[in-house]
């Protein structure tokens, strides 16, 4: 033991291998599991099929298994062939290998090894001969072909993106492959020559999902081309789509793909057709040569039949129904495999009948061969075609007879699920048992793994354990239940009891040694402790909760002390440390078992003595052996720790335990350990799938075995057998259950193992015996109907039953009782605990609920108080609130919601500001001119302007580069003279093609529209045209202003005339609604992007500033207005004079005369001077009467004139929005005019680069077509060298032949005549081979299959083994010698495998043939395709010269104008504009006129009629004698000339002239052979030619090399000549040359004006004879 603090010892890498290694040895005694699909027959009587790492062959009739370990992990793709006794697999490794074995010798015949990455998905082989067909998966997706015996791949191809479902070969032509996915089927054809082949792929067109087949549409060739003018050619909608490469001639529209039917399965059958099934219930069938698709149609039956046909069908799904499954349609099933044989189809799909169809031409009858209630998969035929295989889902395996039509025979019963656990039955060296996840438990017999029984919990489950004191088995379930099963009897186990613990699910399941607890291990840290014994009826002790996720759990018994202690790994989210508990468990827990827990069933501390330690590594798995010495899995690296948990091995800052050693391990991933029952050996397994046992001890490496792979999940569970001679282990998603079991072991250790078993038997006996008795008596636990097909909701298990009495140990009193399933352990507990404290403390409740109540009162009596009170004496609502807390945490909770809540509104206005202010950035910022409308005021008139975006820099800069050139264009003199031409003519707006010259657009800068041919012209006449649009809006809108301001200012001008009418009003004391106009939301854009305060509804939200800041403002304006009040000078004025100083005239109305004081007295009593008053007091009322009258009568005058002249002013307004309206319209017009010229601008560049793509595509298309061209002829070329080689040997083996028969005369030239007759019949005759096999075969419907050149190896075979019969002695003649019958035997040998030979190679000679007429026509083909495209590019490029020259021009056509097929256009220079009526009218007084005229002239015409005639006969006579005159005048002038002679003298013209021509064709083929003579002699020449040339460029190096010496002297002597001063001497010479050079150039001009003038004459004699000579 190392010292605390130091490090761990480190082993090397892997471990130490034991001393003793190659003593020890692991190897595989049976395994279990069920794939579920590929299966296969190898022969009549085993089936194969793989089941993780290894394949399993089961024989049928005895049930024995054999088992095929693939070395390199798990197994991949699968195949068999009976014919050959061989299975194919792949392994499923980086860069997998398929590997070949032999059956039964189970020996590797061959590792194909090919390009693919990551897996094989598909094998198959096929029926005849060595091949074998591969398919891989993602990335390559490659179909290959190999030559198994060869060890050769011969062909592959890939097929990117198709993940295939099924592959097979035509049993009867290898050559031909179906490859089915789920959307497609393809049909492979592998063609052969001699030792090349060749894949082509021929893909099936499938039909909709309506079982209809669509005709086919060729997209990128079209079949026809339209001759439309305007819209141009059709073009493939992938030239339209602008594609060019590959993609071009493979793009398919959406809405051209419709859905076709998904294949599910297929069969060939033995016509080479190929039967398919469907998801949507149809059956194909597919011709193999032509590739064309049927759907199959089910016969009509009779009317009585499909009556009880539907009878049938009713009863079925009724009886499905009460099963609890799902009615299944047996009219249309949807079928997933098919089997093929002479008699019809076999069918099945996922309800679990097996169908037989007989099948005549397009039409089937159906019928029901077996029902086995579970979906099938597979359907599979023995080699013999005698038994049919049914595979189906849940683990079973079916045969079925079809001679004998007997029902279905189950074969196999594997488990429906992966196994999930598996443990030894006490006493652990004869059974065994294993759980599946689907909760189907399965009894094994471990000698040879025989299933012994099986039932089925429905459940999911989660863990397993078996007893050791007794034969009990607990599994645990995810819904938290634990059920325990007798399995006393191993036949029939039984559900003895099941205890719903809690609804956490149950992890694992642990049973000490001495079975006396049962531990298990549920979610949350939760760990129940339950008594293992049957007689205790299972009862729960009690559980523990821990803090963290426990990862594992280790039990260790002490028999000695009777204390079992309990080790649990617990994972510390904080740190990267492990940390142990541990607690013990006495045997108190079961007879005192109130004392050790509380009243809630939790563990006292104390009673189970719990500790902790922390150790310095992260663990995965621990498991802990007496001496406190713990084995741990590190997770952070592959080492398995050693700890002694003495507080030696502390360390010493901290209380954490050190490891004591590391040792390495070879394995990568999670992985955990298991020790063994005598706890000598230590079993590490991890995800790759390796076992590795340990010594614990030295922790030297004993065993290892590669029982499962990585690819598979690695290891799941395993478990040692309490003898140790059996290891169960169990794969995580590859299915398989191995068991293991020692090859060899040293004798000490199997002797130490058993010791330590009979001891633990020894102890265990007694209470076995007693608790099997139990186990025995207890009744089979019965499950309510509604939950034997599956687990109850949740919810029922989380329901509190209060009607459920529970005792005080914690058990259900009635086992059968329907509340057990309704409330949990844990539920019960907790409920009994509550019950228990309400009954405690029923009085104090009831105590304290009357205080709440008097209280209450009290409250209510005492706020009803307090409403009655002043306000300034009245308390506040929170005073009255006893629980503030409770108010707090209510403000607190309503605070958090008001967050949330006013965080979601914020949320949702920054969602809605973001969207506004995109839509204000894209439709009113970035507009430099804002879109509004102008309105009428009376009539409902209105007018938009253009809305414009500010033009960028960039698109002024493209302005102004066209108008340069545009501008240079122009300077041209003959553009200028064409445009001054255009000017000129009066009608020139009509072949621009628009009115906007008329409403301010410059046209003169735009191209002439039969100018435009190339596409830079197009383009800038867009933009000009764009430019001439945005020209006429912006002067649109600059009149859309001019008037919006005028309106502005109407409404300024009434809003003032409202005004002194309002005043009027007033004075005149009337009440009239005054029209005050206004600028609406549309006029005024801009107030939409502001909100008023009148728009909002809601009531304001202040803040606490707010609100202050608005009472300030508030209490300051009541002040002022008191202070308003309280002004004496205002008042008194306002009383003495109505708040004025002077009275104006408009107060005149509201004067009045104050009366004199004695105005009340009467007339009598007035004195004269109060008379006097009186009387100008009235005079005065008079005139002040008059006055007001004057004033009202001139302001209803005002009035009027005020309203007449807001309304005419307004009218007026009216017609200049009407005017406006008008002009907008006709500018609309000119708008679209343009527009209308920029898309067709648009569409002839479309058109253009839409022709220009077709054509680069057909391009492209092209150059492939060539390089398949260029390819398949070097295929024919180098086939016909191969085939001219072959048939020089295929005539050497002829010649060989026969050489071999003429020696055989020679050879036995010195037999006697009567022997050499014999002797040659012999000789001449050939063995009958057996027909045994065939015979036997009969039922194979694929026994016909032909015969190809590869199998002349098994030919010459058979036909040698049928030769030794003939080769015996009681065949030789009498008194022939032996040595000379051996010489015949061996010479006849000799002429049959000469003869053999020749046979084979006539077949090669065929295939090669075959291939070589095959790739002719491939050839041919492409020509012809070939042809085509450049058909189409001429076409094309025809239709694009065409449309480039013929312009779509606009034209301007009044109303009612037509066009005239005449050029000249009619002059309308003086004609006016009239109403239609009036020209109506006149039409009808027309034509009553027109009949008034027509009768006269009828009238007229019979009277005249004979003058006519007369007048016609005469008019006939006379020209009839002028035509005879010509005629006699060209009789006399008629010249006979030479071919006219031969037209009259020559009995047979026409026969002379096709003579003749026949002569000048003659001539011609003469001519055309001369001139390919003389192009050979020109090409000769040529090349005569070119080696002069050559031989030139020779010299004129050398020359080269010369003239640089001659350049040398030349400038050697230039020196000599400067020095030597002849300057004048080479002027004088240079004048002369001068001259002379100028006098040849003088006769060389008057040589050619001679030859001018020669010609001349020549050309004049020429004509003057031929007009004086006409007939040469």
């Given at each position: 033991?190392?010292p605390?603090?130091?490090?761990?010892?480190t082993?090397?890498l892997?471990?130490?291998?034991?001393s003793?290694?190659?003593?020890?040895?692991?190897?595989v005694s049976?395994?279990?599991?069920?794939?579920?699909k590929?299966?296969?027959?190898i022969?009549?009587?085993?089936?194969?099929?793989?089941?993780g790492?290894?394949?399993?062959?089961r024989d049928?009739?005895t049930?024995?298994t054999?088992?095929?370990?693939?070395?390199?992990g798990q197994?991949?793709?699968?195949a068999a062939?009976?014919?050959?006794q061989?299975v194919?697999?792949?392994d499923?490794k980086?860069?997998?290998?398929?590997?070949i074995y032999?059956?039964p010798?189970?020996s590797k015949?061959?590792?194909?090894?090919?390009?693919?990455?990551?897996?094989?998905t598909?094998l198959a082989f096929?029926?005849?001969?060595?091949?074998l067909?591969?398919?891989?998966?993602i990335?390559?997706?490659?179909?290959?072909?190999?030559?198994?015996?060869?060890?050769l791949?011969l062909c592959?191809?890939s097929?990117?993106?198709?993940?295939?479902t099924?592959?097979s070969?035509?049993?009867?032509?290898?050559?031909?492959?179906?490859?089915?996915?789920?959307?497609?089927v393809?049909?492979?054809?592998?063609?052969?020559s001699?030792?090349?082949h060749?894949?082509?792929?021929?893909p099936?067109k499938?039909?909709?999902?309506r079982?209809?087949?669509?005709?086919?549409?060729?997209?990128?060739?079209p079949?026809?081309?339209?001759?439309?003018?305007?819209?141009g050619?059709?073009l493939?909608?992938?030239?339209v789509?602008?594609?060019?490469?590959?993609?071009?001639?493979?793009?398919?529209?959406?809405?051209y793909?419709?859905?076709?039917?998904?294949?599910?399965a297929?069969?060939?059958?033995?016509t080479?057709?190929?039967?398919?099934s469907?998801?949507?219930?149809?059956?194909?069938?597919?011709?193999?040569?032509?590739?064309s698709v049927?759907?199959?149609?089910q016969?009509?039956?009779?009317?009585?039949?499909?009556?009880?046909?539907d009878?049938v069908s009713y009863?079925?799904?009724?009886?499905?129904?009460?099963k609890g499954?799902?009615?299944k349609?047996?009219q249309?099933?949807v079928?997933?495999?098919?089997a093929?044989?002479?008699?019809?189809l076999?069918?099945?799909?996922?309800?679990?009948?097996?169908f037989?169809?007989?099948i005549d031409?397009?039409?089937?009858?159906?019928?029901?061969?077996?029902d086995?209630?579970?979906?099938i998969?597979t359907?599979i035929?023995?080699?013999?075609?005698s038994?049919?295989?049914?595979?189906?889902?849940q683990g079973?395996v079916?045969?079925y007879?079809?001679?004998?039509?007997?029902?279905?025979?189950?074969?196999?019963?594997a488990?429906s699920?992966?196994?999930?656990?598996?443990?030894?039955?006490?006493?652990?060296?004869?059974?065994?048992?294993?759980?599946?996840?689907?909760?189907e438990?399965?009894?094994?017999f471990l000698?040879?793994g025989?299933?012994?029984s099986?039932?089925?919990?429905?459940?999911?489950a989660?863990a397993?354990a078996?007893?050791?004191?007794?034969n009990?088995?607990a599994?645990?379930?995810?819904?938290?239940v634990?059920?325990?099963?007798?399995?006393?009897?191993?036949e029939?186990?039984r559900?003895?009891h099941?205890i719903?613990?809690s609804?956490?699910?149950?992890?694992?399941?642990?049973?000490?040694?001495?079975?006396?607890?049962?531990?298990?291990?549920a979610?949350?840290?939760?760990?129940?402790i339950?008594?293992?014994?049957?007689?205790?009826?299972f009862q729960?002790l009690?559980?523990v909760?821990l803090?963290?996720?426990?990862?594992?759990l280790?039990?260790?018994?002490?028999f000695?002390?009777?204390?079992?202690?309990?080790?649990?790994?617990?994972?510390v989210?904080?740190?990267?440390?492990?940390?142990?508990?541990?607690?013990c468990?006495?045997?108190?827990l079961?007879?005192?078992?109130?004392k050790?827990?509380?009243?809630r069933?939790i563990?006292?501390?104390?009673?189970i003595?719990?500790?902790?330690?922390?150790?310095?590594?992260?663990?995965?798995?621990?498991?802990?052996?007496?001496d406190?010495?713990?084995?741990g899995?590190?997770t952070?690296?592959?080492f398995i720790?050693?700890?002694?948990l003495?507080?030696?091995?502390m360390?010493?800052?901290?209380?954490?335990?050190?490891?004591?050693?590391?040792?390495?391990s070879?394995?990568?991933?999670?992985?955990?350990?298991?020790?063994?029952?005598?706890?000598?050996?230590?079993?590490?397994a991890?995800n790759?799938?390796?076992?590795?046992?340990?010594?614990?001890?030295t922790?030297?490496?004993?065993?290892?075995?590669h029982c499962?792979?990585?690819?598979?999940?690695?290891?799941r569970?395993m478990?040692?057998?309490l003898?140790?001679?059996?290891?169960l282990v169990?794969?995580k998603n590859?299915?398989a259950?191995?068991?293991?079991q020692?090859k060899?072991m040293?004798?000490t250790?199997?002797?130490?193992?058993?010791?330590?078993?009979?001891?633990l038997l020894?102890?265990l006996?007694?209470?076995?015996?007693?608790e099997?008795v139990?186990?025995?008596?207890?009744?089979?636990?019965q499950?309510?109907?509604?939950?034997?097909?599956?687990?109850?909701?949740e919810?029922?298990?989380?329901e509190?039953?209060?009607s459920?009495?529970?005792?005080?140990d914690?058990?259900?009193?009635?086992?059968?009782?329907d509340?057990?399933?309704?409330?949990?352990w844990?539920g019960?507990?907790i409920?009994k605990?509550i019950?228990?404290e309400t009954?405690?403390?029923?009085n104090?409740?009831?105590?304290?609920?009357?205080?709440?109540k008097e209280?209450?009162?009290?409250?209510?009596?005492?706020m009803?108080?307090n409403?009655q009170?002043?306000?300034?004496?009245?308390?506040?609502?929170?005073?009255?609130?006893?629980?503030t807390?409770?108010q707090e945490?209510?403000?607190?909770?309503a605070?958090?919601?008001?967050a949330?809540v006013?965080?979601?509104?914020?949320?949702?206005?920054?969602?809605?500001?973001?969207l506004?202010?995109?839509i204000?950035?894209?439709?009113?910022?970035a507009?430099?001119?804002?879109?509004?409308?102008?309105k009428?005021?009376?009539t409902?008139?209105?007018?938009?302007?253009?809305p414009?975006?500010?033009?960028s820099e960039?698109e002024?800069e493209?302005?102004?580069?066209v108008?340069?050139?545009?501008k240079?264009?122009?300077?041209?003199?003959?553009v200028?003279?064409k445009n001054?031409?255009?000017?000129?003519?009066?009608?020139?707006?009509?072949?621009?093609?628009s009115?906007?010259?008329?409403?301010?657009?410059?046209?003169?800068?735009?191209y002439?529209?039969?100018?435009?041919?190339?596409?830079e012209?197009?383009v800038?006449?867009?933009?000009?045209l764009?430019?001439?649009i945005?020209k006429?809006?912006?002067a649109?809108?600059?009149?859309?202003?001019?008037?919006?301001?005028q309106?502005?200012?109407e409404?300024?001008r009434v809003?003032?005339?409202n005004l002194?009418?309002?005043e009027?009003?007033?004075?005149l004391?009337?009440?009239?609604?005054?029209?005050?106009p206004?600028?609406?939301?549309?006029?005024?854009p801009?107030?939409?992007l502001?909100v008023?305060?009148s728009?909002?509804?809601?009531?304001?939200?202040?803040t606490?500033?707010?609100r202050?800041?608005?009472?300030?403002m508030?209490?300051?304006e009541?002040?002022?207005r008191?202070?308003?009040?309280?002004?004496?000078?205002?008042?008194a004025?306002d009383d003495?004079m109505?708040?004025?100083?002077?009275?104006?005239k408009?107060d005149?109305?509201k004067?009045?005369i104050?009366?004199p004081?004695?105005?009340?007295?009467?007339?009598?009593?007035?004195t004269?001077?109060?008379?006097?008053?009186?009387g100008?007091?009235?005079?005065?009322?008079?005139?002040?009467?008059e006055?007001?009258?004057?004033?009202?009568m001139?302001?209803q005058n005002?009035?009027?004139?005020?309203?007449?002249?807001i309304?005419?002013?307004?009218?007026?307004f009216?017609?200049?929005?009407?005017?406006?309206s008008e002009?907008?319209?006709?500018?609309e017009?000119?708008?679209?005019?343009?527009?209308?010229k920029?898309l067709?601008?648009v569409?002839?560049?479309?058109?253009?680069?839409e022709?220009?793509?077709?054509?680069?595509?057909?391009?492209n298309f092209?150059?492939k077509?060539?390089?398949?061209?260029?390819?398949?002829?070097?295929?024919?070329?180098?086939?016909?060298?191969?085939?001219?080689?072959?048939?020089?040997?295929y005539?050497?083996?002829i010649?060989?032949e026969?050489?071999?028969?003429?020696?055989?005369?020679?050879?036995?030239?010195?037999v006697?005549?009567?022997?050499?007759?014999?002797l040659?019949?012999?000789?001449?005759?050939r063995?009958k081979?057996?027909?045994?096999?065939m015979?036997?075969?009969?039922?194979?419907p694929?026994q016909d299959c032909?015969?190809s050149?590869?199998?002349?190896?098994?030919?010459?075979?058979t036909?040698m083994?049928?030769m030794?019969?003939?080769?015996?002695p009681?065949?030789?003649?009498?008194?022939?010698d032996?040595?000379?019958?051996?010489?015949?035997?061996?010479?006849?040998?000799?002429?049959?495998e000469s003869e053999?030979?020749?046979?084979?190679?006539a077949?090669?000679?065929?295939?090669m043939?075959g291939?070589?007429?095959?790739?002719?026509?491939?050839n041919?083909?492409?020509?012809s395709?070939?042809?085509?495209?450049?058909?189409e590019?001429?076409?094309?490029?025809?239709e694009?010269?065409?449309?480039?020259?013929?312009?779509?021009?606009?034209?301007l056509?009044?109303?009612?104008?037509?066009?005239?097929?005449?050029?000249?256009?009619?002059?309308?220079s003086d004609?006016?504009?009239?109403?239609?009526?009036?020209?109506?009218?006149?039409?009808?007084?027309?034509?009553?006129?027109?009949?008034?005229?027509?009768?006269?002239?009828?009238?007229y015409?019979?009277f005249s009629?004979g003058?006519?005639?007369?007048?016609w006969?005469?008019?006939?006579m006379?020209?009839?004698i002028?035509?005879?005159?010509?005629?006699?005048?060209?009789?006399?002038?008629l010249s006979?000339?030479?071919d006219?002679?031969?037209f009259?003298?020559?009995?047979?013209?026409?026969?002379?002239?096709a003579?003749?021509?026949?002569?000048?064709?003659q001539?011609l083929?003469?001519?055309?052979?001369?001139h390919?003579?003389?192009?050979?002699k020109r090409q000769?020449r040529?090349?005569?030619l070119e080696k002069?040339?050559?031989?030139?460029?020779?010299?004129?190096?050398k020359?080269s090399?010369?003239?640089?010496e001659m350049?040398?002297?030349v400038s050697?002597?230039?020196?000599?000549?400067?020095?030597?001063?002849?300057?004048h001497?080479s002027?004088?010479?240079?004048?002369?040359r001068?001259?002379?050079i100028l006098?040849?150039?003088h006769?060389?001009?008057?040589i050619?004006?001679?030859?001018?003038?020669f010609?001349?004459?020549?050309?004049?004699?020429?004509r003057?004879?031929?007009?004086t000579?006409?007939?040469?």
């Amino acid at each position: 033991m190392e010292p605390a603090g130091r490090e761990p010892r480190t082993e090397p890498l892997g471990g130490r291998c034991c001393s003793s290694a190659e003593e020890a040895a692991l190897e595989v005694s049976w395994v279990q599991g069920f794939p579920k699909k590929n299966f296969g027959f190898i022969n009549n009587q085993t089936v194969c099929y793989p089941c993780g790492n290894y394949i399993l062959f089961r024989d049928i009739e005895t049930k024995e298994t054999t088992v095929l370990q693939c070395q390199t992990g798990q197994v991949g793709a699968f195949a068999a062939n009976a014919n050959r006794q061989v299975v194919a697999f792949s392994d499923r490794k980086l860069n997998p290998i398929i590997y070949i074995y032999t059956f039964p010798e189970l020996s590797k015949l061959a590792e194909l090894k090919g390009n693919t990455q990551l897996d094989y998905t598909l094998l198959a082989f096929s029926f005849t001969g060595p091949y074998l067909a591969s398919y891989s998966s993602i990335p390559e997706f490659v179909l290959s072909v190999w030559n198994w015996k060869e060890n050769l791949l011969l062909c592959s191809e890939s097929q990117p993106g198709v993940t295939a479902t099924s592959l097979s070969f035509n049993p009867m032509n290898w050559q031909r492959l179906c490859l089915v996915s789920e959307s497609s089927v393809t049909i492979w054809l592998i063609e052969k020559s001699n030792d090349e082949h060749l894949l082509k792929q021929c893909p099936v067109k499938l039909p909709d999902e309506r079982g209809s087949m669509n005709p086919h549409e060729e997209l990128f060739f079209p079949v026809s081309h339209s001759e439309d003018r305007y819209y141009g050619p059709d073009l493939p909608v992938s030239a339209v789509a602008g594609l060019v490469g590959d993609e071009a001639e493979t793009f398919v529209p959406r809405n051209y793909i419709k859905p076709a039917v998904h294949p599910t399965a297929h069969c060939w059958t033995g016509t080479s057709e190929v039967y398919v099934s469907c998801e949507e219930g149809y059956i194909l069938t597919i011709n193999a040569e032509t590739y064309s698709v049927s759907v199959l149609q089910q016969k009509p039956l009779p009317e009585r039949i499909r009556t009880i046909s539907d009878v049938v069908s009713y009863v079925h799904k009724e009886v499905q129904k009460k099963k609890g499954g799902k009615p299944k349609d047996l009219q249309n099933p949807v079928l997933s495999s098919l089997a093929f044989c002479k008699d019809g189809l076999y069918a099945t799909g996922s309800g679990g009948i097996l169908f037989f169809y007989y099948i005549d031409d397009l039409h089937y009858e159906m019928k029901i061969c077996a029902d086995i209630l579970q979906p099938i998969t597979t359907l599979i035929f023995s080699p013999d075609y005698s038994v049919l295989l049914l595979v189906t889902d849940q683990g079973a395996v079916y045969t079925y007879k079809p001679s004998h039509s007997e029902e279905a025979v189950k074969l196999l019963d594997a488990c429906s699920g992966y196994f999930l656990a598996a443990d030894f039955l006490t006493p652990g060296n004869e059974y065994c048992v294993s759980v599946a996840t689907s909760g189907e438990v399965q009894v094994w017999f471990l000698e040879d793994g025989t299933c012994l029984s099986k039932l089925n919990l429905h459940v999911e489950a989660t863990a397993l354990a078996c007893s050791p004191s007794s034969n009990s088995v607990a599994v645990g379930t995810k819904r938290g239940v634990i059920y325990f099963l007798d399995v006393t009897k191993v036949e029939a186990p039984r559900v003895v009891h099941r205890i719903f613990l809690s609804t956490f699910p149950v992890l694992s399941l642990h049973y000490d040694q001495s079975g006396q607890f049962l531990i298990a291990r549920a979610a949350e840290g939760h760990i129940f402790i339950l008594d293992a014994r049957p007689s205790k009826l299972f009862q729960v002790l009690g559980y523990v909760v821990l803090e963290d996720q426990v990862l594992d759990l280790s039990v260790v018994s002490e028999f000695k002390s009777d204390l079992v202690e309990v080790m649990v790994l617990v994972n510390v989210a904080e740190v990267q440390r492990a940390r142990l508990e541990t607690f013990c468990l006495c045997s108190a827990l079961t007879t005192d078992n109130a004392k050790c827990v509380n009243e809630r069933g939790i563990l006292n501390a104390n009673a189970i003595k719990r500790k902790r330690y922390d150790l310095d590594c992260p663990l995965s798995s621990a498991v802990r052996l007496k001496d406190n010495i713990v084995y741990g899995y590190c997770t952070c690296a592959p080492f398995i720790c050693k700890y002694h948990l003495s507080e030696e091995n502390m360390s010493k800052d901290l209380s954490v335990f050190s490891s004591t050693k590391r040792t390495p391990s070879n394995q990568f991933g999670s992985g955990f350990l298991c020790l063994s029952p005598n706890s000598q050996w230590l079993a590490s397994a991890a995800n790759n799938g390796v076992l590795i046992i340990y010594h614990t001890s030295t922790m030297d490496i004993l065993a290892q075995k590669h029982c499962h792979s990585y690819q598979g999940g690695g290891i799941r569970s395993m478990v040692f057998s309490l003898d140790g001679k059996f290891i169960l282990v169990n794969g995580k998603n590859d299915g398989a259950l191995v068991c293991l079991q020692w090859k060899k072991m040293k004798k000490t250790e199997v002797k130490e193992a058993d010791i330590h078993w009979r001891s633990l038997l020894a102890i265990l006996n007694t209470s076995t015996s007693n608790e099997n008795v139990a186990l025995q008596s207890m009744e089979e636990w019965q499950s309510e109907p509604e939950s034997t097909s599956g687990s109850l909701p949740e919810e029922k298990f989380k329901e509190e039953s209060s009607s459920v009495d529970v005792t005080e140990d914690g058990n259900i009193p009635s086992l059968y009782s329907d509340s057990t399933d309704e409330m949990t352990w844990l539920g019960q507990k907790i409920k009994k605990v509550i019950r228990e404290e309400t009954q405690r403390f029923a009085n104090q409740k009831k105590e304290l609920q009357m205080g709440i109540k008097e209280l209450r009162k009290t409250i209510q009596k005492m706020m009803h108080e307090n409403e009655q009170v002043p306000d300034i004496e009245k308390l506040e609502q929170r005073e009255f609130n006893l629980d503030t807390e409770e108010q707090e945490r209510a403000q607190a909770k309503a605070e958090e919601e008001v967050a949330r809540v006013r965080k979601q509104i914020e949320m949702e206005n920054l969602a809605n500001r973001y969207l506004q202010d995109v839509i204000k950035q894209e439709c009113w910022d970035a507009m430099c001119v804002k879109g509004r409308a102008v309105k009428c005021f009376h009539t409902a008139c209105e007018v938009k302007n253009y809305p414009l975006k500010e033009r960028s820099e960039e698109e002024l800069e493209t302005l102004e580069k066209v108008l340069r050139l545009k501008k240079m264009d122009t300077a041209d003199p003959k553009v200028q003279e064409k445009n001054h031409e255009m000017a000129d003519d009066s009608a020139s707006y009509c072949l621009v093609g628009s009115l906007s010259s008329q409403y301010g657009g410059d046209t003169s800068v735009l191209y002439q529209q039969w100018d435009l041919q190339t596409r830079e012209q197009k383009v800038n006449q867009i933009i000009l045209l764009q430019d001439i649009i945005y020209k006429l809006k912006t002067a649109f809108n600059k009149e859309f202003d001019r008037v919006v301001r005028q309106k502005e200012q109407e409404i300024a001008r009434v809003k003032e005339r409202n005004l002194r009418i309002q005043e009027i009003l007033a004075q005149l004391e009337l009440r009239v609604e005054l029209w005050e106009p206004a600028l609406t939301d549309d006029e005024m854009p801009e107030r939409a992007l502001t909100v008023q305060d009148s728009e909002i509804k809601a009531e304001k939200y202040l803040t606490q500033k707010e609100r202050e800041k608005a009472e300030m403002m508030a209490k300051l304006e009541m002040e002022r207005r008191f202070a308003d009040k309280d002004n004496d000078r205002l008042r008194a004025l306002d009383d003495m004079m109505g708040g004025v100083l002077e009275v104006k005239k408009e107060d005149i109305l509201k004067l009045d005369i104050p009366p004199p004081a004695f105005i009340s007295k009467p007339e009598h009593l007035l004195t004269d001077e109060e008379k006097k008053i009186l009387g100008k007091h009235e005079e005065k009322v008079k005139e002040l009467n008059e006055e007001k009258e004057k004033y009202r009568m001139a302001l209803q005058n005002e009035l009027k004139k005020l309203e007449g002249s807001i309304q005419e002013t307004t009218q007026q307004f009216d017609k200049t929005v009407c005017k406006l309206s008008e002009r907008k319209v006709k500018l609309e017009m000119v708008i679209y005019q343009e527009e209308l010229k920029i898309l067709n601008l648009v569409y002839a560049l479309l058109l253009d680069e839409e022709l220009d793509t077709r054509e680069a595509g057909l391009h492209n298309f092209l150059t492939k077509k060539q390089k398949e061209k260029v390819k398949t002829a070097g295929t024919i070329q180098a086939t016909e060298d191969k085939m001219e080689a072959y048939i020089d040997t295929y005539e050497n083996a002829i010649d060989e032949e026969k050489n071999v028969e003429y020696g055989f005369a020679k050879e036995f030239a010195d037999v006697p005549a009567n022997l050499l007759a014999e002797l040659y019949q012999l000789y001449r005759h050939r063995p009958k081979i057996s027909r045994t096999q065939m015979l036997l075969d009969s039922a194979n419907p694929y026994q016909d299959c032909s015969n190809s050149a590869e199998n002349y190896k098994d030919a010459l075979t058979t036909l040698m083994k049928a030769m030794d019969e003939l080769d015996s002695p009681e065949h030789m003649p009498n008194g022939l010698d032996p040595s000379i019958w051996e010489n015949f035997c061996l010479a006849r040998r000799n002429k049959m495998e000469s003869e053999e030979l020749v046979k084979w190679k006539a077949l090669t000679l065929t295939e090669m043939q075959g291939f070589l007429r095959r790739r002719m026509d491939d050839n041919e083909r492409i020509e012809s395709e070939i042809e085509d495209i450049f058909e189409e590019l001429t076409w094309l490029q025809e239709e694009k010269m065409k449309f480039q020259l013929n312009l779509i021009i606009q034209f301007l056509l009044k109303q009612g104008q037509v066009e005239l097929e005449s050029t000249e256009i009619p002059e309308y220079s003086d004609a006016i504009l009239i109403k239609r009526s009036v020209v109506e009218e006149l039409n009808c007084a027309i034509m009553y006129q027109g009949e008034k005229k027509i009768a006269s002239m009828v009238e007229y015409k019979d009277f005249s009629k004979g003058i006519f005639k007369l007048e016609w006969e005469h008019k006939k006579m006379r020209m009839q004698i002028e035509d005879l005159k010509q005629k006699a005048q060209d009789i006399v002038t008629l010249s006979i000339t030479k071919d006219r002679q031969l037209f009259l003298t020559v009995l047979n013209y026409n026969s002379r002239i096709a003579h003749h021509i026949s002569v000048m064709e003659q001539t011609l083929d003469i001519m055309d052979q001369l001139h390919k003579k003389k192009v050979k002699k020109r090409q000769k020449r040529m090349k005569e030619l070119e080696k002069c040339i050559s031989l030139k460029e020779q010299e004129n190096y050398k020359l080269s090399l010369e003239l640089k010496e001659m350049l040398v002297s030349v400038s050697e002597r230039r020196w000599i000549f400067k020095a030597a001063n002849t300057k004048h001497v080479s002027e004088k010479l240079a004048k002369q040359r001068h001259q002379e050079i100028l006098k040849e150039k003088h006769l060389r001009d008057i040589i050619k004006k001679q030859e001018g003038e020669f010609k001349i004459l020549q050309a004049e004699a020429q004509r003057l004879r031929s007009r004086t000579f006409p007939d040469l």
